[in-house]
């Protein structure tokens, strides 16, 4: 028996037309007739009524077609899996990250995976974590980088680390001045804030910190781009909450200042699909177990 016996099985117990399924498959009535036929004779008993008039199926057919279904999706699931291995096999490895890990992460990682694997082709991709889900699902990206996780089944995730937000004022506003700022003066102060399509975790963390503190802020922009919310800021629009790592990029007419209460955290972490896991991966994570003391599993 061949996997093309069962998708010519399967054809005709969908279509329940000869005909129908022929075309389906691209093949003639006649050849795919004789596939039945020698189907039925190695499995032992009939699995379709033929008749003039219609196709049926069998009470044993029925049964051999829900087998036969689940073969097929396992035989597609062997070669997706295969294609996978064997893509990076070919020293082909795709990271999916958040601008984060350029700075955080990569400086880590990269000198690593050159040194052990000097042949391997990397392509980076600058996506959002909804994208990088998708990507790493399709089998697109390889490992992915993100702010907060998925919980689908097919991904192994670990958190990498937590960094704080931080104000970012314009150096010739009067708060500049200040030694420390309190979060009671956010309340009706202009504001630049992320953008929920661009970056949905860093929204998500201010739009609660402010809802959780009674602050009523006067949202001036939302911004696509953490590089925006800081030109912006330079260019006195208003205040803004940035993560940490976006500090050494601040110009000269930007300047972080302390807060008397804390501001929330944000975090980062690592994803790749179970099935995928291999030597460069590995690399990875240890690097990363090192580097960050995260406990990995």
């Known amino acids: ?118 042949n391997l082709n990397i392509n980076f991709q600058s996506l959002t974590d909804a994208d990088q ?29 937590q960094e704080p937000l931080a104000l970012i004022v314009p150096k010739s506003s009067p708060a500049a001045q200040l030694k420390q700022i309190s979060i009671k003066s956010f309340n009706q102060q202009d504001f630049i804030v992320s953008e929920e399509v661009a970056s949905p975790q860093l929204h998500k963390i201010i739009k609660d910190f402010f809802k959780q503190e009674k602050i009523t802020p006067n949202i001036v922009q939302y911004s696509n781009n953490i590089l925006l919310n800081v030109n912006l800021v330079g260019m006195g629009v208003g205040w803004s909450l940035v993560p940490l790592y976006v ?17 929330p955290m944000i975090d980062l972490y690592v994803s790749y699909r179970k099935n995928q896991k291999n030597e460069t991966i590995d690399l990875i994570l240890k690097i990363l177990k090192e580097h960050f003391h995260i406990n990995l599993i």
Request: with cysteine; net charge negative.
């Open 133 to 161: 889900f998708k990507a790493l699902k399709k089998g697109e990206i390889d490992i992915a980088f993100t702010r907060y996780t998925d919980e689908t089944k097919e991904f192994e995730s670990f958190h990498i680390f």
């Open 247 to 263: 500090t050494p990029l601040l110009g000269d007419k930007v300047v972080v200042k302390s807060t008397v209460e804390s501001l």
């Open 1 to 118: 028996m061949e996997l093309r016996h069962l998708r010519y099985f399967v054809a005709v117990a969908e279509e329940l037309n000869f005909t129908k399924a022929a075309q389906k498959m691209c093949t003639v009535q006649p050849s795919l007739s004789q596939q039945i036929r020698d189907l039925e004779e190695e499995v032992g008993v009939q699995l379709l009524l033929r008749s003039n008039r219609k196709v049926e199926l069998t009470e044993e057919g029925k049964v051999f077609l829900k087998e036969a279904l689940l073969c097929l999706e396992h035989s597609e699931k062997a070669i997706h899996d295969a294609r996978q291995v064997s893509k990076l096999n070919h020293d082909h490895l795709n990271i999916g990250f958040v601008p984060v890990a350029e700075m955080k992460v990569f400086p880590y990682i990269m000198p690593n995976i050159r040194a052990h694997f000097p």
